[in-house]
């Protein structure tokens, strides 16, 4: 892995990798981090779709606010936090979500980040990926999401219908089972509740952060948490081998067809505000 960079108030650089079939070894494909990090990245700045109270801002409303900029060698993405507003009448708090302006189906794609937005009720920052068309007609994957004073990270797929997992071979807990947006589950999709606390919010920024990996291949979704100090070798010798990475935090994986229910992924990193989940949540914070 190249050296980190910052991202959300925070530390990110993040590797894409790809692969022969059936292996578990892997070349480094793209690099984003250091100071290039922003120009694999489009800034969207349409209203969000979460309904989130939250503005998000253009490249360069984001340089000239500070909400994007370098702190040493790292990759500075934050939020306006200073700004005192009023809900009535209000545009929402300024953020940044951006976009990679590359689309990737299957592979293996990392993620070294050294902070996140946690333990302050209102936030909903996310890591994740998400196909074209009408939603999830393509699919989503949530890599890193949690909402207010989340401890564990929460895994999450999204498909548009027949896509159920089994919840086996993973440390993490089972939530809801099918994917799709026509099942009971609906909006929720499938969810998997990471085992341990340092990996969202609080615990996690304690702990410098860590790394993200998600493999995506013909029959599951997989993805890793690796503390700061715990990181495999191979990933450190940007030669990832993930037979040596152990048991998954999340194997998606069971009753679904994943090279029809997910592809062409465009990689998203935003925060927003309250909306359809951290909001509604709120009141149980």
């Excluded at 994007?68 to 306006?80: L, R, S």
């Excluded at 393509?138 to 999204?158: A, S, W």
């Excluded at 219908?161 to 089994?166: I, R």
Aim: charged letters at 15%; a negative charge.
């Amino acid at each position: 892995m190249p050296s980190s960079s910052i991202f959300f108030g925070v530390g990110l650089a993040l590797s894409t990798l790809s692969s022969t079939a059936f292996a578990t070894t892997y070349k480094l494909g793209d690099t984003y981090s250091g100071s290039s990090f922003l120009d694999g990245f489009n800034f969207f700045t349409d209203a969000d779709p979460t309904n989130g109270f939250v503005k998000y801002v253009d490249q360069t409303t984001a340089s000239n606010s500070q909400l994007t900029k370098m702190v040493g060698t790292d990759n500075y993405i934050g939020v306006d936090y200073s700004t005192a507003l009023t809900v009535a009448g209000g545009v929402g708090r300024s953020s940044v979500r951006i976009e990679s302006k590359k689309t990737y189906t299957k592979g293996l794609f990392i993620v070294d980040l050294k902070h996140m937005p946690g333990g302050i009720c209102g936030t909903w920052p996310a890591f994740w990926s998400l196909g074209s068309g009408t939603w999830p007609q393509t699919g989503e994957i949530d890599i890193i999401e949690g909402v207010n004073l989340n401890t564990q990270n929460k895994f999450n797929l999204h498909t548009d219908t027949n896509c159920k997992t089994s919840g086996v071979n993973q440390t993490g807990t089972q939530g809801l089972s099918d994917c799709a947006l026509d099942s009971a589950s609906g909006t929720s999709g499938c969810d998997v509740n990471a085992a341990e606390a340092n990996t969202y919010g609080t615990g996690f920024n304690s702990a410098t952060g860590g790394v993200y990996a998600m493999e995506w291949t013909s029959s599951a979704i997989k993805v890793w948490f690796f503390p700061r100090g715990s990181v495999p070798a191979s990933i450190t010798a940007d030669a990832p081998d993930t037979s040596t990475f152990g048991t998954p935090d999340s194997n998606f994986a069971g009753a679904c067809d994943m090279d029809t229910r997910f592809k062409d992924h465009r990689f998203i990193f935003d925060t927003t505000f309250c909306g359809d989940w951290a909001g509604n949540v709120y009141g149980m914070s």
